[in-house]
Nanobody, 122 residues
Framework: QVQPVESGGGLVQPGGSLRLSCAVS????????MTWYRQAPGKQRELVAT???????NYADSVKGRFTISRDSAQNTMYLQMNSLKREDTAVYYC????????????????WGQGTQVTVSS
């Protein structure tokens, strides 16, 4: 089925930038909302940013003004531009995609990526 694949994580110094990507093996028209989550060690998974199929966005307060979520209009890929990174941003970042699946009778299902590690450290 659908398997979102994240990429772009790595080690960066505080104040640096990273750009995460999430490729979804589904058509753009079949993909509904897409969301970035993250989970730091010892903490619960939290919502970072979400973007609807129409391009509407929402951000966690902790990343507003620093992160930008977007979707590729040509390919079914979601991005997270992360600027002014802080040590508190260190976490595994997960892509979550809602996709309409099925033939004549479609159902909306959610799919998680495997996660990509982002480490902010000096």
């Amino acid at each position: 089925q659908v398997q979102p694949v994240e990429s772009g994580g790595g080690l960066v110094q505080p104040g640096g930038s990273l750009r995460l990507s999430c490729a979804v093996s589904a058509s753009k028209s079949s993909t509904n909302d897409m969301t970035w989550y993250r989970q730091a060690p010892g903490k619960q998974r939290e919502l970072v940013a979400t973007i609807t199929s129409g391009g509407s966005t929402n951000y966690a307060d902790s990343v507003k003004g620093r992160f930008t979520i977007s979707r590729d209009s040509a390919q079914n890929t979601m991005y997270l531009q992360m600027n002014s990174l802080k040590r508190e941003d260190t976490a595994v970042y997960y892509c979550y995609a809602e996709v309409w699946t099925g033939g004549d009778y479609q159902v909306l299902q959610g799919y998680w990526g495997q996660g990509t590690q982002v480490t902010v450290s000096s």
